[in-house]
């Protein structure tokens, strides 16, 4: 009885460490100096699209929030990932929606599903740009189906409307499903992860990247900060 | 039969010279100062091509009743005199109607793209890629920014390629999706596509000008009626053409001024 008991352990313990061992990287994201003022988006040619819109909305470059926080950072384990190959059955959702991309900044996994969806009364043709993957751009009427696509390669990707100049948004594909992509106040959190060396990367659509290495050796938690200098144009 | 034919001809001819001349559908308001030329160029050109239309038609719809009955043996009789007088006179008279019609219009042509623009003409600067129009104004300093392809940057709204950290002209210009214009002062127009052929069409300026990838052009009008005007592309410019377009703002003084200065602010 005892051996079955030790058994079910180690082997718990084999299967998954993470249950026994879970330490956790955490911290926030923020920058220095003054960035670029956002800029108001004028959509009157759509005007479908601008009614939806109370107040004009504005460029979504540089998003800052309170105490120099910096969102809609993507902050990943690039190096040092357990979980590199496990492609996540659950489909990822980018919405068009308003003359907008909605989240501003989607991340996915390589070969997991990308669904585009395209809520308003107008056509949009979504771009994405990318350059190691297989560039696609798809026409897509109001009404129609989600787009369904994949991508296999690690990429950063600038996605454009080919109808709207000012819509915007980011495709970040990554070889991990552990990331996070920083809020408001600039924070993220990356739970679960074993004990192990890793490098933890920041990337931002304008300042570019910055990396991080942690270790982990139990069940804690460790802070990661990461400044960006902003730039004023 | 053949008198059949010949009376449709007429009345289709008549019916469909009716709403010409009734005025049925009148053009859009004209509120420019040089639309006037246009549209009496307009109207000379319909007056003459439609009174030649009308006379054809129903010459066509006279010889067709004349020679309805004729049976199949009769032989046609020759013209009197042989018809080469006629034709030389016929085309001498289209020929001459229509160089004339040329050369009037020339005068409505020349005032909008042979005279330069005012001395104290504003200038605006237009840029149509696909698929929308941005508009530039020189900003406080009076000078436009230089343009920097490679700076472009739509989804920051840079649509002007400008380089505000290495050039400070380009600090102040002020760039809209919309043109608004102060009435009655002349406006220099300038015309710049970011990638293929595009057209500027507004209906009620009597205006309508290609942008040509590659060349600066220039237009230049005074808008006399405030109100708001919609802008269209009409050079068919790719996928989104067909919902290309802007609006132009015609408005007083002061409008314009605070119009300026809140989007300076930005």
Redesign the interface.
């Known amino acids: 009885m005892r051996t079955k008991q030790m058994l079910v352990a180690l082997l718990t313990l084999l299967v998954c460490p993470c249950l026994l061992f879970a330490g956790t990287v955490s911290g926030k994201v923020s920058y220095t100096g003054t960035p670029a003022k956002p800029k108001p988006i004028d959509m009157s040619k759509e005007p479908s699209c601008a009614k939806q819109h109370a107040t004009p909305i504005t460029t979504e470059t540089v998003v800052a929030g309170a105490n120099n926080a910096l969102a809609n950072v993507v902050v990943y384990i690039s190096a040092g990932a357990p979980d590199e190959g496990q492609v996540p059955q659950q489909a990822v959702t980018f919405e068009q929606k308003g003359c907008q991309y909605i989240p501003h900044v989607l991340v996915m996994h390589t070969g997991q599903e990308l669904k585009v969806l395209n809520s308003d009364q107008t056509s949009h043709n979504i771009h994405p740009l990318a350059k190691t993957n297989r560039e696609w751009n798809k026409s897509q009427p109001p009404g129609t189906p989600p787009i369904s696509e994949k991508y296999d390669k690690e990429e950063f990707i600038t996605v454009k409307c080919n109808v709207h100049p000012w819509m915007r948004g980011y495709f970040a594909v990554l070889k991990t499903s552990h990331y996070d992509v920083s809020k408001d106040d600039g924070g993220f959190k990356l739970p679960n992860l074993p004990p192990g060396k890793y490098t933890i990367t920041a990337w931002h659509e304008d300042y570019g990247t910055q990396t991080s290495d942690v270790t982990i050796t139990g069940n804690e938690t460790k802070d990661v900060t990461f400044t960006f200098k902003a730039k004023a144009y | 039969m053949g008198k059949i034919l010949a009376v449709t001809l007429v009345i289709v001819a008549i019916v469909s010279a009716v709403p010409i001349v009734m005025h049925t559908w009148p053009p859009p308001e004209d509120i420019s100062t040089h639309g006037y030329a246009i549209d009496k160029q307009m109207d000379e050109t319909m007056l003459e091509a439609g009174f030649s239309f009308l006379a054809a038609q129903l010459l066509l719809a006279l010889f067709i009743w004349q020679y309805a009955g004729r049976q199949k043996q009769d032989k046609l009789k020759t013209f009197p005199g042989g018809a080469k007088g006629l034709v030389i006179a016929a085309l001498v008279l289209v020929g001459s109607e229509i160089l004339a019609l040329g050369v009037i219009g020339q005068k409505a042509w020349a005032n909008v793209y042979f005279a330069p623009p005012d001395k104290d003409a504003m200038t605006i600067q237009a840029q149509a890629?696909?698929?929308?129009?941005y508009f530039r104004y020189p900003g406080a300093d009076g000078k436009f920014g230089g343009m920097h392809p490679d700076k472009i940057d739509?989804?920051?709204?840079n649509?002007f390629g400008l380089d505000?950290?290495n050039d400070v002209d380009s600090r102040d210009d002020i760039v809209?999706?919309?043109l608004a214009i102060p009435a009655n002062r002349q406006i220099n127009l300038m015309l710049h596509s970011k990638d293929v052929g595009h057209s500027f069409y507004v209906r009620e300026l009597r205006i309508q000008q290609d942008f040509v990838p590659g060349l600066d052009l220039a237009v230049h009008f005074t808008a006399t009626k405030p109100g708001r005007y919609e802008i269209v592309c009409t050079q068919l410019c790719g996928?989104?053409h067909y919902?290309?377009?802007?609006?132009l703002s015609v408005l007083f003084q002061e409008e314009f001024e605070k119009w300026l200065k809140e989007r300076a602010g930005?």
Not at chain 2, 154 to 157: D, L, R, T, V
Request: glycine content about 14%.
């Open positions: 890629g696909q698929f929308a129009f739509e989804g920051n709204q649509f505000p950290e809209a999706a919309e996928l989104g919902n290309m377009k802007a609006y930005q």
